[in-house]
């Protein structure tokens, strides 16, 4: 249910912030999806960023989001912030 997603604890929400693995992948390990986690190699598959590759530098549990590196924004001020991206929007390729 909605409430259950929205209140899961920590360590529930590892394994409902999984992230489907390349075709590759797939066929060498026969799963189609896996819990993020830091340090793997992701290719954004939907939205503004797509086709963009690169390393994950965060699972942000709390949001429901990963940060990649290289993907940020700059603010205002000349600070650069991460874009969080959900984890079902990439592919895992590393």
């Given at each position: 249910?909605?409430?259950?997603?929205?209140?899961?604890?920590?360590?529930?929400?590892?394994?409902?912030?999984?992230?489907p693995?390349s075709?590759?992948l797939?066929?060498?390990?026969n799963?189609?999806?896996?819990?993020?986690?830091?340090?793997?190699?992701?290719?954004?598959?939907?939205?503004?960023?797509?086709?963009?590759?690169?390393k994950?530098?965060?699972?942000?549990r709390?949001?429901w989001?990963?940060?990649?590196?290289?993907?940020?924004?700059?603010?205002?001020n000349g600070?650069?912030?991460?874009?969080?991206?959900?984890?079902?929007?990439?592919?895992?390729?590393k």
């Amino acid at each position: 249910s909605r409430k259950a997603y929205f209140t899961a604890p920590s360590h529930i929400r590892r394994k409902l912030m999984s992230a489907p693995l390349s075709k590759d992948l797939r066929t060498k390990y026969n799963v189609r999806s896996l819990p993020i986690r830091r340090d793997d190699e992701v290719m954004i598959c939907r939205g503004h960023y797509h086709d963009r590759e690169g390393k994950v530098t965060q699972v942000y549990r709390k949001k429901w989001r990963i940060h990649i590196e290289r993907v940020t924004r700059d603010k205002a001020n000349g600070q650069t912030v991460p874009i969080g991206i959900h984890p079902s929007k990439v592919m895992i390729t590393k």
